[in-house]
């Protein structure tokens, strides 16, 4: 048996496990994206039905590399926990079918209903299709992170609490751990920890909610995924991250290439997320150009020996070292916003 | 005229136009993704090829200039992220971000022009 075929057998043993029999796998296929964490759409047969599903996973062998960047992760059954609870909030989150257990050998992971729509960020700025939706997108993201951050940490212990001050601390570990001293990423560093402010509150932040990762559809934002970075603390910081340029996929307005940050700030104060401070999420969207450059950096160095937690030896993809010629576009935005001549 | 012909970026011409003509259109999916940020990779290769000569004397002229003292391009770049993150330098110094800007925008001429918004170089022809 190939490789793929083993993976689709042991995926069907789970599905039969979890959903029923006869629990078989069609049109398993491999989606881009995910630097550990690997993405599989698939339709599953259980009794009478047709399931789209998608499978995320962090495969074993990936567990010790996703944990040393960025802090901890959410995986499993965390982040089965988590959608749970961002749905009763009422943000538009994957239905979780099941989370991986380790006798599946699968890794960890979810299993969530395919929810239909686009997630390329270049064609959610540019598809015809989408053309009516498009002006309504900054609202509804303003709207749908004052429901992010109204999330109930109760049952969700597992959620790290992560300053700014925590997070500058993160990117200078990861910094000095790349040992690839750049002099625009010690000034983003050091301007970081010369601005931080103080947080309005501490709420549950999505810490990754973009362009790119939104299912955008018929009326709108249908889906927010990726909750891996989720963690307790400043909510302006999930507002910053969204403005980033990376994230705007060549678009021109400042939130996600689609929309401007007056409706995201307007609909998440209307939506009950409390005042936004602009230049306090400016602040976030800085820092988050200096934390994707040290992202980028990380994961073009990644599988070098020097780099704590690599595998000796391990190959690169040749995504991981296109990602790593990447650093320049954020630190040149990061000099654009701090100097007053940025978008 | 080089030693070894056909050159360095002759060869890349040849593969990225393989990959980006012939390959590409027959991928879907994952490899397709992949194939296309190999293309990517190799059209770098290609630029940093063209410009990071002229673009290191450049950088180390500009360190000399800031830092006061003479030394080879890494080191002195070593020299000046040390001297940033110790605080001897204002961060809103303008030797120190038109330093910085320059050294980014030489980056991003090979690692991604558009992000520039500006046209790719057109590179002289090769005799």
Known sequence: ?343 | MPAIQPDAPALLDAAIDYLERELLPTLAGYHRFQCRVTVNVLAQVRRELALAPGQADAERARLIALLGHPGERDALSRELAARIRAGDLALDDPALLDHLRQSLVEALRINNPKWLGEPEPVEPERG
């Open chain 1, 1 to 343: 048996m190939t490789e793929h075929e083993v993976f689709q057998h042991t995926l069907e043993a789970a599905i039969r496990h979890y959903l029923g029999a006869p629990g078989e796998v069609r049109a398993l296929a491999r989606l881009t994206g995910g630097a550990t964490k690997l993405t599989w759409s698939f339709d599953a047969v259980v009794g009478a039905e047709t399931l789209p599903l998608i499978l995320q996973q962090t495969p074993a062998d990936r567990l010790a590399a996703a944990s040393e960047l960025g802090g901890s992760r959410i995986h499993g059954a965390q982040d089965a926990a988590l959608l749970a609870a961002a749905a009763a909030a009422g943000v538009p989150a994957p239905r979780v079918r099941f989370a991986l257990q380790p006798d599946d050998h699968l890794g960890e992971g979810v299993v969530t209903d395919r929810a239909a729509g686009e997630t390329l960020g270049r064609k959610i700025n540019t598809d015809p299709r989408l053309a009516a939706v498009r002006p309504q997108l900054a609202a509804q993201c303003g709207a749908i992170l004052a429901a992010v951050h109204r999330i109930d940490p109760t049952g969700l212990p597992f959620l790290a609490t992560q300053t700014a001050a925590d997070q500058l601390a993160i990117f200078r570990g990861i910094a000095d751990a790349c040992d690839h001293p750049l002099p625009a990423v010690e000034l983003g560093l050091r301007w970081v920890a010369e601005h931080l402010p103080p947080a309005p509150r501490t709420a549950v932040v999505h810490g990754d909610f973009r362009n790119g990762n939104l299912i955008v559809g018929d009326g709108g934002v249908r889906c927010v995924l990726d909750w891996e970075l989720a963690h307790l603390g400043d909510p302006m910081l999930d507002l910053g991250w969204i403005c980033v340029k990376t994230w705007r996929f060549g678009g021109a307005p400042p939130v996600g290439g689609f929309g401007h940050r007056a409706d995201l700030f307007r609909a998440y104060e209307q939506a009950g997320g409390g005042p936004v401070d602009p230049t306090h999420v400016r602040f976030w969207e800085a820092f988050g150009c200096v934390k994707w450059a040290l992202m980028c950096m990380h994961k073009g160095l990644g599988a070098l020996d020097t780099i704590p937690g690599a595998t000796p030896g391990a190959r690169r993809s040749v995504e991981a070292v296109a990602i790593g010629r990447r650093i320049e576009e954020p630190l040149l935005d990061f000099l654009d916003l701090i100097t007053g001549k940025a978008a």
